[in-house]
C-alpha cells in the first residue's frame, strides 16, 4: 500500500510538471522573467555554488518563505559556531523568502530556489550541491527530497520542528504513507512536547525525536533597533503624543472586527490611528473598500514612499513586504491577526520584543508556546470579541504605567529563552559526527 502511494504521489507531481511546464517555459522566453526561477526549481542550480562551498560539513538548509528565513539566521550562527569549518547553503520557496534570504546572508551563504519535489527536479539539484546534510525548518516534509537524499547517503533533519493542530489530521489521514517517508529523517528537533507527539503519532521513531525549543526567540530581540523604530515613525508622520493602534496578519473577517474596535477606540481617544497590515497584500483593495463603506479615510504604505509624503489620514494600509516586525515598534496596543477568526494565530513574539503588550483572539493554535510563555509572564492578553478589545485597549490607554509595565515583561520573556537555535544546531552537528 506505501509503495502503490508514494508511486501515485510520484506519478500526479510528474503529471504536473509535465503539463505546466510547456506553458510556463513559453512564458518565461516571451516575458523574460522567471527564467532563473525555473532552472532553479527544476534542479539546474548554478554549478559554481558546489565551488563556493569548500567547506565541511556541507549543509543545505531548507527556509520556505520570510518566517522561516528569519528563524534560519541564528541557526546558521550556530552552525558556525558549533562548526567552524561548515559551508551552508539556503534554499526557498517563495520570491519574497529568497530576497529576505539575500539581504540577510549576503554574500556568506548562497541562496537558491528549492527544487519541486519531483525525483528528476531533486535529484539533479543533489547531484550539483552534494550536502552532507539537508535540514528542513520548521514542518517541511517532501517525499522526493527524503527519499533521493536517502538513496543518495545524505542525512536528514528537521529542525525547528512543529504540527499544528490543524494539519494533524492531514497527516494521520495518510498515516501509513508519512509513516514511511518519515522513516528517511535521521533527527526530528521539534518545538514542543505536543509537537514531538504528533510527529510521533504520524510516524516518527521515538528513538530519533527531541524537543529543543522554538529558535524564533533567539533572533526577535536582536532586530529591534532604535533606527528602525525612528524610520518607522517618520514613515507615518508619528509623534510621541500619537496612539496607534496596530493590528498585524490579520485575516479575511477580521478588519471588520478590528473597525468595531477602533470606532469605540476613537471615542475615548480620537486622535488614535490605525494600521492594518493584511497577511495577505492582494486582500488590500478589499479592505479599502471596507473602509471607504465605513466612512474612514485611509492611505497605502506605498503612497508614503517618498521623503515629503505625509500621513494625513486616520488609517493605513501596508501594501508592502517584510515591514511588519519594524511596524510593531511603533504600536501602543499591537493586536495579531488571524485569532479572531480560526486561523490558528500569529507570531505575538515580534510584537513582545519591542515591549509591546500583545493582544490576540482565541484562536491560537500555531503559537501556542509563544502564547504560554507571554501569559505566564503577564504580558499577552487574549480578546473573544472586538468589544473586547476596545475595553481593554482603553484601559490601557488610560494606564500607560501599567502599558509600560506589561511591555517590559514581554520583552523580558523573550530573552530568557534565546539558546533553542543552538540547541537545534548540536542536534545537526551530532548527526554529521555518526
Known amino acids: ?101 539575500r539581504n540577510t546572508f549576503e554574500k556568506d551563504v548562497p541562496v537558491v530556489y528549492a527544487p519541486v519535489d519531483f525525483v528528476g527536479s531533486v535529484r539533479k539539484a543533489l547531484s550539483r550541491v552534494r550536502p552532507d546534510v539537508l535540514v528542513f525548518l520548521e514542518t517541511e516534509i517532501w517525499p522526493a527530497w527524503l527519499s533521493e537524499a536517502r538513496q543518495m547517503g545524505i542525512r536528514t533533519a528537521l529542525i525547528n520542528g512543529r504540527i499544528s493542530t490543524r494539519s494533524i489530521g492531514i497527516y494521520l489521514k495518510f498515516r501509513p504513507f508519512f509513516r514511511e517517508v518519515l522513516k528517511n529523517i535521521d533527527v526530528f528537533s521539534m518545538i514542543l512536547e505536543e509537537d514531538a507527539l504528533r510527529i510521533r503519532a504520524i510516524g516518527a521513531d521515538t528513538d530519533r525525536v527531541m524537543v529543543n525549543g522554538n529558535a524564533k526567540y533567539d533572533f526577535l530581540a536582536t532586530l529591534t533597533k532604535p533606527a528602525s523604530k525612528a524610520a518607522m515613525q517618520r514613515t507615518l508622520n508619528l509623534d510621541a503624543s500619537h496612539q496607534v493602534l496596530v493590528a498585524g496578519s490579520t485575516r479575511e473577517g477580521e478588519e471588520e472586527m478590528i473597525l468595531d474596535a477602533y470606532e469605540r477606540i476613537l471615542r475615548k481617544f480620537p486622535d488614535t490611528v490605525l494600521v492594518i497590515a493584511p497577511r495577505h497584500i492582494e486582500r488590500v483593495p478589499v479592505i479599502g473598500s471596507i473602509l471607504k463603506r465605513r466612512g474612514f479615510g485611509y492611505q497605502l504604505r506605498s503612497d508614503l514612499e517618498s521623503v515629503t509624503a505625509k500621513r494625513t489620514e486616520p488609517v493605513v494600509i501596508f501594501n508592502t513586504f517584510g515591514e511588519l516586525f519594524n511596524l510593531y515598534s511603533v504600536g501602543t496596543i499591537v493586536f495579531c491577526g488571524a485569532s479572531l477568526v480560526p486561523l490558528g494565530g500569529q507570531n505575538p513574539l515580534e510584537p513582545a520584543a519591542w515591549e509591546k503588550v500583545v493582544f490576540y483572539g482565541p484562536s491560537m493554535e500555531d503559537f501556542r508556546d509563544a502564547k504560554a510563555l507571554l501569559e505566564e509572564a503577564g504580558a499577552g492578553i487574549e480578546v473573544s470579541s472586538p468589544d473586547m478589545l476596545a475595553e481593554k485597549a482603553i484601559w490601557f490607554l488610560n494606564h500607560p504605567d501599567s502599558l509600560k509595565t506589561y511591555g517590559m515583561r514581554a520583552r523580558q520573556a523573550v530573552m530568557r529563552n534565546r539558546d533553542a537555535a543552538e540547541k537545534h544546531a548540536e542536534a545537526v552537528r551530532r548527526l554529521v559526527s555518526l
Open 1 to 101: 500500500m506505501t509503495n502503490i502511494l508514494y508511486g501515485a504521489y510520484t506519478l500526479l507531481g510528474s503529471g504536473l510538471l509535465v503539463s505546466c511546464l510547456p506553458p510556463f517555459f513559453i512564458y518565461t522566453r516571451l516575458s523574460g522573467r522567471h527564467g532563473e526561477n525555473l532552472k532553479e526549481r527544476l534542479g539546474y542550480l548554478p554549478r559554481k555554488i558546489a565551488r563556493d562551498l569548500p567547506g565541511s560539513p556541507r549543509i543545505w538548509l531548507h527556509a520556505v518563505s520570510l518566517g522561516e528565513v528569519k528563524v534560519a539566521a541564528p541557526i546558521i550562527e550556530a552552525f558556525r559556531r558549533l562548526m567552524p569549518a561548515c559551508s551552508v547553503i539556503v534554499s526557498t520557496t517563495t520570491k519574497h523568502g529568497r530576497e529576505l534570504a
